[in-house]
Nanobody, 113 residues
């Protein structure tokens, strides 16, 4: 099983990034998916989740700015991040959950001028 994130990088405040997480080795459509992040010195926190039925939920800090989506045909989950703030700086991880939880290796997002 592999979850591979991509799309991170350095962006100025107010900018946008789109993260992708490609999965292999799992029956992707039956997994609930999520994005988490971990900033230096802080605990890993849930950013956004999407169920097998496409129901989404978001952390209050990102509501209205981030959008999670999934493409079951491509075995990929996305996180569109707009209006980025310096406090969004973190390593972002994707997560696939059913009876077992799988994690990607993470991708760094840095928001700085």
């Amino acid at each position: 099983v592999q979850l591979v994130e991509s799309g991170g990088g350095l962006v100025q405040p107010g900018g946008s990034l789109r993260l992708s997480c490609a999965a292999s080795g799992i029956t992707f459509p039956i997994y609930d998916l999520a994005w988490y992040r971990q900033a230096p010195g802080k605990q890993r926190e849930l950013v956004a989740g999407i169920t097998t039925d496409g129901i989404t939920n978001y952390a209050d800090s990102v509501k209205g700015r981030f959008t999670i989506s999934r493409d079951n045909a491509k075995n990929t989950v996305y996180l569109q991040m707009n209006s980025l703030k310096p406090e969004d700086t973190a390593v972002y991880y994707c997560n696939g959950r059913r009876s077992t939880v799988y994690w990607g290796q993470g991708t760094q997002v840095t928001v700085s001028s």
